[in-house]
């Protein structure tokens, strides 16, 4: 299994991007799917969730900005993330518990990254 994360790139403060998690690889499940981000110097912090049912949760920090969705049928998480400020620079992660088979066990895995930077 793989995921790999797109969507980071530059852009102003107050403009939007949006990243993408695809899954890949013997898959029979995805449940729960976070994204996290870690800034220079600073330790990895959840964004937002996503349960299999749909529900969603996110930090303090992003809500009422970002957005978090899923398309089961594409085994793809999205990110939303709008009105960007500089604070929200960092590497952003994108994390699910996967089941591989329907007996489990259930799998941490992690993308590789994408950069997000916020410019003032």
């Known amino acids: 299994v793989a995921l790999v994360e797109s969507g980071g790139g530059l852009v102003q403060a107050g403009g939007s991007l949006r990243l993408s998690c695809v899954a890949s690889?013997?898959?029979?499940?995805?449940?729960?799917v976070r994204w996290y981000r870690q800034a220079p110097g600073e330790q990895r912090e959840v964004v937002a969730g996503?349960?299999?049912?749909?529900?969603?949760n996110y930090a303090l920090s992003v809500k009422g900005r970002f957005t978090i969705s899923r398309d089961n049928a594409k085994n793809t998480v999205y990110l939303q993330m709008n009105s960007l400020k500089p604070e929200d620079t960092a590497v952003y992660y994108c994390?699910?518990?996967?089941?591989?088979?329907?007996?489990?066990?259930?799998?941490?895995?992690w993308g590789q990254g994408t950069q997000v930077t916020v410019s003032s």
């Open positions: 994390n699910a518990l996967i089941l591989q088979e329907s007996w489990g066990p259930e799998l941490e895995y």
């Open positions: 690889g013997n898959i029979f499940s995805i449940n729960t």
């Open positions: 996503v349960i299999s049912g749909g529900s969603t």
